[in-house]
């Protein structure tokens, strides 16, 4: 009998130690395999049918947002693809389900550029006015995190986990690896974004090699995504900005302020280390609301007493 439990770990040690899956996919696919077990109720995988599928689906449909339900039937989709090619089921049930709905278009939320430019001044500010040594050291970590996010568009994943031979600092290259173990290298082309890079690769040089990751608190641990969405917070507080501004909106205000530069969509598709370009094509629509926005209260027709 093919136990379904014995099956979900053995799929989940290949995506581990064969697919290379970062720690978030695998938890991802851990959870929604984990519920679909719970929920499914049948161990052996023989006596799961294209119909016992089919009424859990529509189980998510009615119980997550289309979003959500949609990444937990990839997770399950990718599993029964997996059994199928071990040779575990003859027959896969998903062959026989055609899954179809319409995923609300919802668009990437950036940081007015005003905005970000006094969230910057806030950090320069409170390296400038520490008062004590601790503070000027988190300070000036602080802006090197941000400077890079905004500069490089990387996620917060992808930040936290940069390796300190993956940044050069003399030619102004980072090497990002992004989802799926895939690579892209970027250039930092502002010398005071630089600048200040250098100032705290040399600062926190011991903390550094202690977590063997480029962003290190003063502890000489590896920075976490909470971490740094904490400290985004508290300087929001700072500067008495009202928009909760997460990680990944530099990420889309970096993408959107080229594309409104008028920078050819492919670059930034490959910027962002997007595997298709669809996913890129979010970005029109956002600038393409600028525009309009420009159009409507810019252009000279709206003075015009007819």
Known sequence: MNHLQTLIDDYLAFGQYQKRLDTKTLNAYKTDLRQFQEQIKLDDIN?????????????????????????????????????????????????????????????????????????????????????????????????????????????????????????????????????????RCMQIGNEDILKVLREYQHEYQSEIQNCNHFFASQTGRTLSDQTVRRMINRYCALAAIDLHITPHMFRHTFATCLLEADVDIRYIQEMLGHSSINITEIYTHVAMSKKRDILATKHPRKDFCV
């Open 47 to 183: 006596t799961i049918t294209s119909a016992s599928l089919e009424k859990y689906i529509s189980e998510l449909h009615q119980t997550y947002k289309p979003k959500t339900a949609k990444r937990k039937i990839a997770s399950l989709k990718a599993f029964f693809h997996y059994l199928e090619y071990r040779d575990v089921i003859e027959k896969n049930p998903f062959n026989k389900i055609q899954v179809k709905f319409r995923e609300p278009a919802t668009l990437p939320k950036t940081i007015p550029l005003r905005t970000v430019e006094t969230f910057l001044a806030t950090l320069y500010s409170q390296r400038t006015q520490a008062k004590t040594d601790y503070q000027r050291r988190n300070a000036l970590r602080d802006i090197a995190v941000i400077e890079l996010l905004f500069a490089t568009g990387m996620r917060i994943s992808e930040l936290c986990t940069l390796k300190p031979e993956a940044i050069n600092l003399h030619d102004g290259t980072i090497l990002i690896y992004g989802k799926g173990a895939k690579e």
